[in-house]
């Protein structure tokens, strides 16, 4: 999988959370999830499960931690997937 | 301090019809919302019909965001989409999530009998009995909270006074009526939405089949099964769905030149303390008849007024005793009893929402001047057929009804009485 399709499955993923619905559509692999999608914190939980289950992958908590921009996220999920 | 309290917006998602036009009408032509659900003959429930509001799903996509819907179960989306809805027939706009405003003068007392036992069946038993804690995300703790339907409408429309969840059983509806005008009346806010919401699921209604209380006589006929007052009344159909009255002082109402429907005359609460034949499962006849007394004592009517009685009146045997309360507590005759019937023929009983929704079908017809016809009791009770007459089978219109009264009594002994008035204006 190239790193611009699983930015895009990232995106449709985090965009289910977004309440900043206008800054989706200018996003980039330096948007924050938090601060610029507006994702409701408590919510990062979802988004790492809905990763897990689109890639198939395992998330261990420290890693999740440290996802902060949509390209941390994309970063990871490359990493785990190899 | 004591002001009047005014009903101003209205917001209904009952089995029978989702929207106050359409239930308007279901209530006037006595349309049913009983449907056979085929999951109960899966699981060999005895009673295999109930009440459930229809396409909700799709409309609550129009009504939330996506992240939204992922933590709202049933009972959410019935109780949210009906608190929009009476926000919104209030006069209301839904605020934008990045409008700071908050409306501090407004709450909520949104209670539910039962609560998101459905996310607990399907979600949270399985995956921890699994060891898949992990697994269950963020969403669950605010799905099966109390609190959980009005902590989310509190943030659909930024709600800044008190928001609460109440409980009482079946009673739970009338008394979150009678709560939050309790709160406008003595100041403390001036608008409060107040009701009920109860969820569609066979974990719900499983601890009622098999205490033999739900009706599995009619399970080839659903629209039959619900027999409130008859001789052949064989338990209560369960219900589900949502209802919320925004209640408003007079002032407020008068100040921005409200619509209003009805006022909040008055109302009581009690508890039977399990005595004199109450338990947790029947109520004590003397706090039945009392918490009728102080309802209208505190409404300032005299028991003549009443109209028309909207009961509790489930269908199971206790059916007569309720009747026969009303004939005492309103020291009526088989001449004066006032017209009575029993919203839950029609929509089954919906529980915690029981008493909003029906509450919110007393509003209706205040406003529209009938009582609904009470469905499938041709066939009266013989220990209430001396007061047959006040039974409509039929749409009643009574271009006069001013004053109803409605009640709700749940498990644990615990009684709901409120008086509802029409608004001349």
Redesign the interface.
Known sequence: MSRDETYAKVMEII??????KDALEGASEDTNILEDL???S?????VI?DFEDEFDIEVADEDADAVNTVGDAVSLIEAKLG | MTRRVVITGLGVVAPNAVGLGAYEMALRSGTSGIRRVPLLDELNFACRVAGVPQGVDELAERYF???EL?AMNSSHRFGCIAAVDAWEDAGFERPS??DDHVHWDAGAVIGTGIGGIDTIGERIVPLVDGGRVR?L???MVEQVMGSGVSARVSGLLALGNQVTANSSACSTGTEAIIEGAARIRGGLAERMLCGGTEGASHYIWAGFDSMRVLCRTHNDEPEKASRPLSASAGGFVPGSGAAILHLESLESAEERGARIYAEVLGGALNCGGHRSGGSMTAPNPVSVRRCIRQAIADARIEPGEVDLINGHLTATGADPNEVAAWVDALEATPETFPVIHSTKSMIGHGLGAAGALESVACILMLRGGFAHPSLNCEDVHPEIEAYAGSIPHEVREMPGLRTIIKSGFGFGDVNACVIFRRWAG
């Open positions: 965009g289910r959370y977004a309440k900043n507006k994702v409701n408590a919510r990062l939980v979802d499960l | 965001d996506e992240d992922l999530h990045d697994r995300g963020s969403t």
